[in-house]
T-cell receptor, first 115, second 114 residues
């Protein structure tokens, strides 16, 4: 298993500003994922971030709104840009493990409130 | 119709009861099926992982997958108050396995009454 640390654990931000969430893993991993968990909703995949390549975004998520960096095999950041109250959510970093990357491990999440 | 359906509950049962949690799905390409447990203000924790149809047991937990019915279940025997949490089903499939990420249900909030 992998130990994943996310920072910050929570934040309250003003609309129109941006927040960068950091994800640090205690081992080198190929596949990293960013999810969003809105109240009463399923965890939804935002994007897949592989080291050395551009992040791949899911339908409904765009790079201008959620830019992602993956500078090495243990670290990634997700920025939530030009925030609005609709961006209030929990954002989770995840790594894929196992031969098929299906055994995912998660950070504790970042609870974001936009006011 | 969402890809994965899961009753959000809450489901409240007395301590020691057998708990049955389930999900249905529509995408026949799903091959890998997982159950996660999430405590309040924590990230999801992998409980069980199953490939294709069949049963898998781990201690008090049993996962069942019926691909013909597109139905998966998690059973918890001798339930304890510490089992109180939200249980999320997740799945993935196709040639990419989990490389394309996981598709989750909404989660079922489980309460075990002492």
């Amino acid at each position: 298993s992998a130990v994943i640390s996310q920072k910050p654990s929570r934040d309250i931000c003003q609309r129109g500003t941006s927040l960068t969430i950091q994800c640090q893993v205690d081992s080198q991993v190929t596949m990293m994922f960013w999810y969003r968990q809105q109240p009463g909703q399923s965890l939804t995949l935002i994007a897949t971030a592989n080291q050395g390549s551009e992040a791949t975004y899911e339908s409904g998520f765009v790079i201008d709104k959620f830019p992602i960096s993956r500078p090495n095999l243990t670290f990634s950041t997700l920025t939530v840009s030009n925030m609005s109250p609709e961006d209030s959510s929990i954002y989770l970093c995840s790594v894929g493990a196992g031969f098929t990357y299906t055994e995912a491990f998660f950070g504790q999440g970042t609870r974001l409130t936009v006011v | 119709q969402k890809e994965v359906e899961q009753d959000p509950g809450p489901l409240s049962v007395p301590e020691g009861a057998i708990v049955s949690l389930n999900c249905t799905y529509s995408n026949s390409a799903f091959q890998y099926f997982m159950w996660y447990r999430q405590y309040s203000r924590k990230g999801p924790e992998l409980l069980m992982y199953t490939y294709s149809s069949g049963n898998k047991e781990d201690g008090r937990f049993t996962a069942q997958v019926d691909k013909s019915s597109k139905y998966i279940s998690l059973f918890i025997r001798d339930s304890q108050p510490s089992d109180s949490a939200t249980y999320l089903c997740a799945m993935s499939g196709g040639s990419g396995g989990g490389a394309d990420g996981l598709t989750f249900g909404k989660g079922t909030h489980l309460i075990i009454q002492p």
